[in-house]
């Protein structure tokens, strides 16, 4: 099996590495970077899945241009979202088989500390936020700004790990999601 992944954060591919392996057993997960046609920091729910869904559709186009024979593309994109008056980030994952038939899946939220969440509200990325915090560089590309607030107890891998996961839930239980249902013929980003 073969997946490509729209990016080339390491804890990324590894999320999506370790979900299609337990899921599907072996696999080759390859990174492309493609653009998310949304603001480096998404911010809200609708930005956020449409990021995602732009990598994994851009990835779908270049399958088929380039034929690179991938069963599955994979978009992920961080966002942060404002619920109950508090700032919460989370991640959403788009998964575009070869039919162009897509999974959704969101991760956990956690909430964000208010010297965190006003600088995202003026297009400030919340990696660089939590690199400024913590004094490290590329945070996101390691434990990210869970590991972070977590102490190191929870890293940016598994919570990805979960957005991919759930998904894959879709092309899991085929005939319950897409039984009768139109395949989506359009490999474009919006």
């Not at 936020?129 to 590991?147: K, P, Q, W, Y």
């Not at 998904?167 to 474009?188: H, T, Y």
Request: neutral net charge; hydrophobic residues 45%.
């Amino acid at each position: 099996m073969k997946v490509l992944v729209g990016s080339k954060n390491p804890t990324k591919i590894a999320a999506v590495q370790d979900v299609f392996a337990r899921c599907f057993g072996a696999c080759e997960v390859v990174a492309i970077e493609v653009p998310s046609g949304v603001a480096g920091q998404p911010i809200g729910m609708e930005e956020t899945f449409a990021g995602a869904e732009n990598r994994a559709r851009g990835l779908a186009r270049l399958n088929v241009e380039q034929r690179l024979a991938a069963d599955y593309c994979v978009g992920i994109e961080g966002g942060v979202v404002q619920l109950h008056g508090r700032w919460f980030a989370f991640g959403v994952v788009c998964i575009a088989d070869a039919q162009m038939r897509l999974g959704f899946g969101v991760t956990s939220h956690f909430e964000l500390p208010g010297n965190v969440a006003a600088p995202l509200a003026n297009g400030v990325e919340l990696g660089a936020v939590i690199d400024d915090l913590s004094g490290l560089r590329d945070t996101r590309l390691a434990g990210g700004a869970i590991g972070y607030l977590s102490r190191g107890q929870l890293d940016r891998r598994g919570l990805a790990g979960q957005g991919v996961f759930m998904a894959l839930l879709p092309f899991l239980n085929e005939s319950l999601f897409f039984a009768g249902r139109p395949v989506d013929q359009r490999p474009q980003t919006r």
